[in-house]
């Protein structure tokens, strides 16, 4: 399994990006993914997860209302749409996906890791 993730860059606040997180190899439906993301200084938090199957959305309460995950089965692809932007949502944001449905916040319950993609959140 691979994991490829892009969409990031530079933004002022207020702004929105989609995040993409191309995923290859998956043989099965009974996966979830998640995003997460580190800020400088910081430790790995989780922001949102999906499963594959279903399309049960999850999300930390300090993107609920901003950050919406979605997911395009035909394209393998799972999306993180962010919306007014903040400069605390400056991070690295990494999907994971775990084999099995649950979506955990816990980052050492997930098998596979994309590269990250940097979202920088200006003032």
């Known amino acids: 399994v691979q994991l490829q993730a892009s969409g990031g860059g530079l933004v002022q606040a207020g702004d929105s990006l989609r995040l993409s997180c191309v995923v290859s190899g998956r043989t099965s439906n009974d996966v979830a993914m998640g995003w997460f993301r580190q800020a400088p200084g910081k430790e790995r938090e989780f922001v949102s997860g999906?499963?594959?199957?279903?399309?049960?959305?999850y999300y930390a309460d300090s993107v609920k209302g901003r950050f919406t995950v979605s997911k395009v089965s035909a394209k393998n692809t799972v999306y993180l749409q962010m919306n007014n932007l903040n400069t605390e949502d400056t991070a690295v944001y990494y999907c994971a996906l775990r084999w099995g449905s649950t979506v955990h916040r816990a980052e050492e319950r997930y098998n596979y890791w994309g590269q990250g993609t940097l979202v920088t959140v200006s003032s």
């Open positions: 999906i499963r594959w199957s279903g399309g049960n959305t």
